[in-house]
Structure formats: C-alpha cells, structure tokens
C-alpha cells in the first residue's frame, strides 16, 4: 500500500487459495472405485507381464510419488511452468529465513518481558521478602539469648 503496489504475498496467498477451492471438491468427498475387472485382468496375465505392468502399491517409493504429485499439481493445476521453480524456491527460501528471525525477535521479547517484569516486579517483592525473613530472625535471635 505504501509502495502503491500489491504485498507479494498477497499472489502467493491468491495462488494458494485458488488451488484450495479447485481441490475442494475432490478432497472433502469420500471415493470408491470398483477395479475387481482390472485385479481379473491382472491375474490373467502371465508372470513377465505382471511385473511389466505392476499393480503392488505396498512396494510404492512413497517419496518420488508424492515429489511427482506436487509438481503435477503445480504445472498441470495451478499452471505454474517449471522454469519458475528456482524462484519459488528462492522465495520459499527467503520465507523461511523471514519467519526464524520474526521467532527469534518474538522470544527476545517474551525474554526481555519476563526479564522486565523480573526486575521491576519481582525483585522488589523479593527484597520485602528478604527484608521481612532478616527482620524476623534477628527478632528470634534476641529472644533467645540469655
């Protein structure tokens, strides 16, 4: 605003929004998919063409699946070209570093607050405290000797 432009997180806010409702109905919905034609199928095949076209998802590298999964949905539905992903990375990058120093600075302050309040707060009742303790000894003190 003060630059007379749009924040930049504002598109990327945009981006992730507009993803999110494309998503939405296919992910808030429970799907079934009947494929006992395709398991028959399957099992007619001989032993070579069963690995060839292999169906055994336990064996899935679970990483390089989902890896694939988001950069599909990047290009395919939220039509980000693979060429801006070293910006998006750079982007991320300078994210991440913005949001530690943001949590560095907020426990500074959290710190110096308890250190404040410590100080201003505390301590005086301490020293009352220890004043009130010194006090009461020493009156204990003098009652005991002969």
């Known amino acids: ?40 199928m399957y099992n007619r095949l001989s032993a070579k063409d069963q690995e060839t076209f292999f169906l055994d998802i336990t064996h899935l590298d679970y990483s390089t699946y989902f890896l694939n999964y988001v950069l599909g ?19 991320l990058r300078k994210l ?8 560095v600075a907020f426990y500074t302050l959290i710190l110096g607050l308890i250190w404040f309040y410590w100080k201003i707060v505390i301590g005086p009742i301490q020293l009352v405290l220890d ?16």
Do not use: C, H
């Open 1 to 40: 605003v003060v630059f007379r432009r749009e924040p930049f997180l504002v598109k990327v806010q945009k981006k992730i929004s507009q993803g999110l409702d494309m998503l939405r109905y296919y992910t808030t919905k429970q799907w079934v998919f009947k494929n006992d034609q395709m398991y028959a």
């Open 73 to 91: 949905i990047r290009q395919y539905v939220l039509k980000e070209p693979p060429e801006t992903m070293p910006k998006a990375k750079r982007l």
């Open 96 to 103: 991440y570093i913005m949001d530690k120093v943001v949590q």
């Open 131 to 146: 004043t009130s303790i010194e006090v009461i000894n020493n009156s204990i003190a003098r009652e005991r000797r002969p």
